[in-house]
Each structure stands twice: as C-alpha cells, then as structure tokens.
C-alpha cells in the first residue's frame, strides 16, 4: 500500500499546504519547501493534514502541524509527527522543539516535555516561528 504521506517538493502541492495552514490559522508565510521538510498527508487525492521541520544546527522545530476540520480523530496528527520525529532521527538531531498553546497534551504523550522558553537553544530564536510565535509553551523531545 502506498504512503499517505508526501514530502512538499513543488510550488502546486506547497499552496495546497499552506491553504491547509491558512485554515487552521497557522502562520505559514516564512515556509520554504525547498529549505524545510514539508509533509502532507493525502486522503481520496486531496491534501488534508501538514507537519514541517525546520533544521537548526543539531536541532528541529517541529511546526505546522494540521489536520483539516472533517478529517480530524483518525490519528493522522500521530502519523505526520511520528514521521517528522523519524526523520529527525534519521538526521542524528539532538532533539526537537515546538511551541503550543493548544496540543500540549497531544504532544506529551509522543514524549515532548515542556520546558521554559529561555533553555530552547539560541540558534531556534532564528525562526521566524520563535519571533513571532503566538503560542507561549515551549516543548522538547530528546532524540
């Protein structure tokens, strides 16, 4: 069976993903799916759940996670974030972070902790995510 998943590898598939954020009310303006690791999760041919990394040094930011009205309670949610974390590992990254203010549950039974803004390592303030981020709890996962 083939995968759901599909890495953002074009502009066509890259509106899809950011029409997906723009529902869910997720920035998505300082992506680039030729820089980022972009994931969509495809369902009868449409574009219906999105996940991203952002590579900072020996760590990630894991980002854009959403899951379209309609198609939510299928574990799709698990299904990108287990890839992203897969992935990361495939990197040999230290860990992952991300900012929440609505999924801190979700992402503590994936094993994320949370853990105050000021410890998230400097070269992750980068992110146009951290500058601007409207969510106010950090998280982390050591890989």
Do not use: C
């Not at 952002?54 to 930011?61: D, H, K, P, Q, S």
Request: net charge neutral; proline share 3%.
């Amino acid at each position: 069976m083939e995968s759901p998943l599909k890495v953002i590898a074009d502009e066509k598939d890259f509106q899809a993903f950011r029409t997906v954020l723009k529902s869910s009310d997720l920035p998505f303006d300082d992506l680039n799916y030729q820089k980022d690791l972009l994931v969509g999760y495809i369902e009868d041919g449409a574009l219906v759940g999105t996940g991203a990394l952002e590579i900072y040094g020996a760590y990630a930011l894991l980002r854009s996670l959403s899951v379209k009205l309609g198609t939510r309670g299928k574990a799709l949610g698990t299904v990108i974030t287990e890839y992203l974390i897969g992935n990361a590992k495939e990197h040999k990254l230290k860990g992952i972070y991300l900012l929440t203010d609505k999924a801190q549950g979700f992402f503590q039974r994936k094993g994320f902790t949370e853990v105050p803004r000021a410890t998230v390592p400097q070269e992750l303030h980068a992110s146009s995510e951290f500058a601007n981020a409207r969510a106010s709890v950090a998280m982390y996962l050591q890989l």
